[in-house]
């Protein structure tokens, strides 16, 4: 059937070229194609999917590194690092109409099941958002699918702002550890229609159907004990992996600023104000997982946020999920850490209770509600403000002074000096 698609479909828009005139003395032949001379049917692997793909009789292919850094210095006429190029799979019918670039990439397994919560239109508008200042805009030359077989498919047109016309065809193999991307990029104009949409958008789907992972590497294959990835098909089809402007946002980075004001306000001894303000912690939040992790480089700020470490990660809740906007939300979990002094007997017992608010995806306020019971008993409440992005110099040399020696309004020339000193005792 592919075959004959191809054939067809290649005979109404090529009329006027003969298959078999193909000069073989043309660089672009020499670059180390296989299945250029006695073509046969035959099936491929695809470098480290644990899959194979179908090559057909018209199609040519290339599959080491060193001759795919060949075919792009050939193509972009600049050299190239073999170290730099990718373990990938390049396909040409023997004509040049199409090529199509099958990479696999190992992030898991992608699940599907929210990418029926949002429209097509949903992902148009993200990938606009999120677009570059030479892309003018993007609209779409195949709505994305997703088959019982586990492929999607999908194409978008770009209009650039030089007036160029580009296209991206993609088609999506997901398996048990990973998924197989098929890339075809076109040029095309105004005047396209739509024998040039079904033509390739016929050809994507037929050669992403002939994408096949090995047995136990199926997405079929999935058990409970695989790694689940922290990203949707719908973040891989809008390009946002679930970060920032996101159709379906999946991954949140919070990054909260220990204060003195916090300190002083929660009650905690003036003596630990040097040992916490001033320090970030550092939160990386998985809705697919359902996991918050405190990836903080300094570990004195453990004992706010409650997790020691990577492998202390904690399942989190939900809390008052705006009607209006899904994106906004509290984050509430919980954690009990023992500690043990110089003696058996000397024991603590930290009970946390920590919030983080999110508003339209952005993290803002963190409320750490620490208990401590044991040897002595203390509870504090902390309220710390949150972004996503890095803290800057001034803001980390703020949190240091309580307001009565608020740094705003302070000679610059002062206020320098003091930030080089924060940051010479901090190296």
């Given amino acids: 059937m592919k ?4 054939l067809f479909l290649q005979f109404l828009f090529f009329l006027n070229l003969n298959a078999n005139e193909i000069n073989l003395n043309d660089p672009f032949y020499k670059l180390g194609w296989k299945n250029l001379e006695n073509p046969e049917i035959s099936r491929i692997q695809i470098p480290n999917a644990n899959a194979s793909i179908e090559i057909i ?3 040519i292919y290339l599959n080491t590194k060193q001759d795919i850094k060949n075919f792009e210095e050939y193509l972009y006429n600049q050299e190239y690092n073999i170290d730099d190029i990718d373990e990938k799979l390049i396909i ?10 099958a990479k696999y990439y190992d992030e898991g397994y992608i699940t599907t099941d929210r990418f029926k919560n949002f429209k097509s239109s949903d992902l148009l508008e993200t990938i606009n958002k999120n677009k570059s200042e030479s892309i003018d805009k993007f609209s779409w030359a195949l709505e994305p699918t997703i088959s019982e077989n586990m492929i999607s498919t999908y194409g978008y047109k770009v209009k650039w702002k030089d007036g160029d016309i580009t296209y991206w065809y993609y088609g999506n193999i997901l ?4 998924y197989v991307e098929l890339k075809m990029v076109l040029f095309g104009d105004e005047s396209d229609g739509d024998d040039f949409f079904n033509y390739y958008g016929d050809l994507i789907n037929q050669i992403s159907s002939t994408v096949e992972f090995n047995d136990q590497y199926k997405y079929s294959d999935f058990t409970q004990d695989d790694y689940l990835s922290s990203y949707t098909l719908t973040n891989i089809i809008d390009g946002s992996w679930g970060e920032g402007t996101a159709t379906d946002l999946t991954n949140i980075i919070a990054n909260c600023l220990i204060t003195t004001e916090a300190l002083k306000k929660a009650g905690i001894a003036e003596s630990d104000y040097p040992r916490f303000a001033g320090k970030v912690i550092n939160f990386y939040i998985s809705d697919v997982r359902n996991e918050i992790i405190d990836l903080s480089i300094d570990d004195e700020v453990n004992v706010i946020s409650g997790m020691y470490g990577i492998e202390d990660k904690q399942n989190f809740q939900k809390l008052n999920i705006s009607h209006n906007n899904p994106n906004t939300f509290d984050l509430s979990y919980t954690n009990i850490i023992e500690v043990v002094g110089d003696k058996k007997t000397d024991k603590s017992k930290y009970e946390y209770k920590n919030k983080l608010v999110i508003k339209d995806g952005i993290p803002k306020l963190m409320f750490a509600k620490i208990d401590q019971t044991g040897l002595s008993f203390n509870k504090w409440n902390l309220t710390l ?10 803001e980390i040399a703020s949190a240091k002074f309580v307001k009565s020696k608020s740094i705003s309004g302070m000679d610059p020339k002062k206020l320098e000096e003091i930030i080089k000193k924060l940051k010479e005792r901090s190296e």
């Fill in 57 to 59: 009789k018209s199609e």
């Fill in 92 to 101: 040409s019918d023997n004509e040049q109409y199409y090529k199509i670039e």
């Fill in 3 to 6: 075959l004959f698609i191809l």
């Fill in 385 to 394: 403000g949150c972004k996503s992005e890095d803290f800057t110099e001034e």
């Fill in 175 to 178: 398996g048990r550890n990973g």
